[in-house]
């Protein structure tokens, strides 16, 4: 093992020795990195897991890596499981680890499957294999599955082999010095390690899509700081409790990234739109300014971004026109990673999630919402209802006041 590829995380959870059961994570998009981010992707990734295995309960030794894999050395068969919750992995497979030796993988192959495959069930051997070896992938193939036709004929059962569909699959990883025995996949979210692209704000108002947007930008390795914009006295306080707990679980992916929440006051904001300004514009007008709180939020924590739920023409908000008109004249980034999704597709991830029994909640509707809303606005007449109004003062009272916490 080379320098690059030594590095290992321990943990003293579990007591060290002998331990032929590991579990091995594989990553995506990683591999394609040059050599120096790889190495730091992997690090990052490598310290994300042993969070997620900690926020779990999961006892294991320690972590390691090869070239394209990543081993936690446990009993514990879970650990596959929360290992792909990590952004960044792709699958992972709790294994038997034997030597290297076609002789070795093969008993194990038919000890597993004595036990795997019942009667009646065709199964498949699944070999791949990579290193310096005198065998090769077919020939582990053809030899473990000599074996488990064997051990099965000998404990009475009748072994049918089919290499298209197979009722049982057995899967066999060889590497330079050792091989591994494994039957499942846990299919992992893939993307990219949270925390390797930096810092962006994310507006979160407890409803299905912003969530799912944090969420989505949270997989491409983006580390969020929540802002909640309070209503009040245009919403109550049950809004308030959807939205920290759809922060709640968005933190479940986040173990070792504790979040920082803002809580704006945006309610003296409304007041001034409902008071002084065409009421069919109060949506847009909101908008804008929450778009200049998060603004200043972003340039506060040295964020890169603000990240928002709007999906095109879903709500009046979310016109072509109003998307433009809600972003004229102001320099900020915004990132709407919903913003081709069907309300299907966002529902879907949001079970996936676990946000979704959250955000449809029974919460009291926003007052301030205009029986009619703008649905094509104009930016001058736009720009003209904000002249109505102290923008400006209106944004810095909603910074100054807001409340920092972690949860």
Request: aromatic content about 8%; proline content about 4%.
């Amino acid at each position: 093992m080379n320098f690059l590829y030594g590095l290992v995380i321990s943990n003293s959870s579990e007591n060290s020795g002998t331990m032929n059961n590991i579990v091995i994570v594989r990553y995506g998009e990683l591999a394609l990195k040059s050599p120096g981010v790889r190495n730091h992707y992997e690090k990052v990734l490598m310290r994300n897991i042993s969070a997620m295995l900690d926020q779990r309960g999961v006892e294991y030794s320690g972590l390691s890596r090869e070239w394209g894999r990543i081993f936690i050395k446990t009993s514990d068969e879970t650990a596959a499981s929360a290992a792909a919750d990590v952004f960044g992995v792709v699958s992972a497979s709790f294994a038997t680890a034997v030597d290297a030796d076609l002789d070795a993988i093969s008993r194990k192959c038919a000890d597993i499957g004595a036990g795997f495959i019942e009667e009646g069930d065709s199964f498949a051997i699944r070999a791949r294999r990579t290193g310096n070896h005198d065998f090769s992938s077919q020939d582990v193939g053809l030899k473990c599955g000599d074996a488990v036709w064997e051990r099965l004929l000998s404990a009475g059962k009748t072994p049918l082999v089919d290499l298209t569909t197979p009722d049982k699959e057995i899967f066999v990883e060889v590497r330079q010095k050792e091989a591994y025995v494994f039957t499942e996949n846990s299919r992992g979210v893939g993307g990219l390690p949270l925390g390797t692209q930096g810092k962006m704000v994310a507006l979160v108002s407890g409803g299905i899509d912003s969530p799912v947007a944090a969420w989505l930008m949270m997989k491409r390795g983006v580390e969020i700081i929540p802002v909640y914009c309070s209503n009040e006295p245009f919403a109550d306080d049950s809004t308030r409790q959807r939205a920290l707990d759809s922060i709640r679980v968005l933190q479940q992916w986040a173990p070792g990234h504790p979040f920082k929440i803002y809580e704006v006051p945006h309610g003296c904001s409304l007041k001034a739109f409902v008071e002084q300004c065409s009421r069919n514009k109060t949506c847009v007008l909101c908008k804008r300014t929450m778009y200049r709180v998060a603004y200043e939020v972003m340039k506060r924590e040295g964020a890169a971004g603000v990240i928002t739920g709007s999906s095109l023409g879903q709500v009046a908000s979310q016109t072509s026109a109003n998307m433009y008109a809600e972003l004229y004249g102001l320099a900020i980034p915004l990132y709407h990673p919903l913003i081709a999704l069907d309300k299907a597709d966002i529902i879907d991830i949001a079970r996936k999630i676990g946000s979704y029994s959250v955000s449809v909640r029974p919460v009291t509707c926003c007052s301030a919402v205009p029986e009619r809303p703008e649905t094509r606005s104009e930016c001058d007449s736009l720009l003209a209802e904000e002249s109505k109004v102290d923008i400006d003062g209106l944004v810095r009272y909603s910074v100054s006041g807001a409340k920092v916490f972690k949860l």
